[in-house]
């Protein structure tokens, strides 16, 4: 079992910028891949920005150039961060957190499969 542990997140002006934080522990030997998703009100859970275990990155097309996803692997923690540059009143959601199985790099992830963060909410104004 893998625990994760969300930070950052907040309220930020069109155009600014904000860096989310995931802390991994447990079972991190178990992890093909990390990732953030997002969910909007009315609207379904979706990739944001992924990353595997060796490095490779996928990004939603609406945040490629804007947003970064990046790793750092301690002895028991994977420490997972999400750069958001120039951001868009459309970004706003609930960013989650998760970890676990490769089908989270592809965008295919399920709420029943891997962990999932709490969740941290992001608001952009216009």
């Known amino acids: 079992q893998v625990q994760l542990v969300e930070s950052g997140g907040g309220l930020v002006q069109a155009g600014g910028s904000l860096r989310l934080s995931c802390a991994a522990s447990?079972?991190?030997?178990?992890?093909?891949?990390m990732g953030w998703y997002r969910q909007a009100p009315g609207k379904q859970r979706a990739l944001v920005a992924a990353?595997?275990?060796?490095?490779?990155?996928?990004?939603a097309d609406s945040v490629k150039g804007r947003f970064t996803i990046s790793r750092d692997n301690a002895k028991n923690t994977v420490y997972l961060y999400l750069q958001m540059n120039s951001l868009k009143p459309e970004d706003t959601a609930v960013y989650y957190c998760?970890?676990?199985?490769?089908?989270?790099?592809?965008?295919?992830?399920?709420?029943?499969?891997?962990?999932w963060g709490r969740g941290t909410q992001v608001t952009v104004s216009s």
């Open positions: 998760t970890a676990g199985p490769i089908t989270i790099f592809y965008g295919h992830a399920a709420p029943q499969e891997g962990s």
């Open positions: 447990g079972s991190i030997f178990s992890i093909l891949a």
């Open positions: 990353v595997t275990a060796g490095g490779r990155t996928n990004y």
